[in-house]
């Protein structure tokens, strides 16, 4: 089922999925973010941050259409493990349809811990996300650092990409260390992979 769905994504589906990134962005850019999805490179290194041996859900934040989720599911990360965070309510429809056995939250990430009560109920073995972080001032971006270490395992990760040249949240905070991917070339934009984790 899955691999029917991937070679579906392959031809006409892209491109649809390109023009409703693209609406949503006119729409409204701060919440968006982006202009297309991400790229298969991109989410393929950000899926290969996650440890899937790990226990408990893997939490994704502003998935979209699902070029990471995909990503994810190719790594070999259960359906059913994936908690889909997303704001825009036609991606939240669009992420029923294409995912049915994960859980699709449409809530505000930024508020996550009140978004996931009752949703989330073991510890998360990563959160991984796409949110436009430079959109909002510095202590949302610490805010929301700090909820989705309160949701994870304590070595788990807090994946994010971006397409700036510095993190989106200082590598040097107090209690957490992170790490950056090499740039991704191939990604329009290119852009880059910060992982965090809380330090021992």
Partial sequence: ??????????????????????????????????????????A?????????????????????????????????????????VEFNPDFCRLLRKRFPAARVVQGDAYGLTRTLDGVVDLPA????????????????????????FSLMHPAAPFIQFTYATVPPIPKDGAGYRAQGSARI?????????WVYRRSA
């Fill in 44 to 84: 393929r290194t950000m899926a290969g941050y996650v440890d899937i041996d790990l226990p408990g859900p893997i939490v994704e934040l502003g998935p979209g259409t699902g070029p990471v989720t995909e990503a994810l599911l190719r790594r070999g990360v259960a359906e059913d493990r994936l908690v889909l």
């Fill in 185 to 193: 070339w191939w990604n329009l934009p290119p852009a880059r992979v």
């Fill in 125 to 148: 073995a990563a959160v991984v996300s796409s949110l436009p972080l430079f959109t909002k001032p510095l202590a949302e971006r610490e805010a929301l650092l700090q909820g989705a």
């Fill in 1 to 42: 089922m899955f691999q029917q769905h991937l070679r579906q994504k392959d031809g006409h589906v892209r491109i649809e999925d390109e023009a409703r990134f693209l609406r949503s962005w006119v729409e409204n850019p701060l919440r968006t973010g982006a202009v297309s999805p991400s790229g298969r490179f991109l």
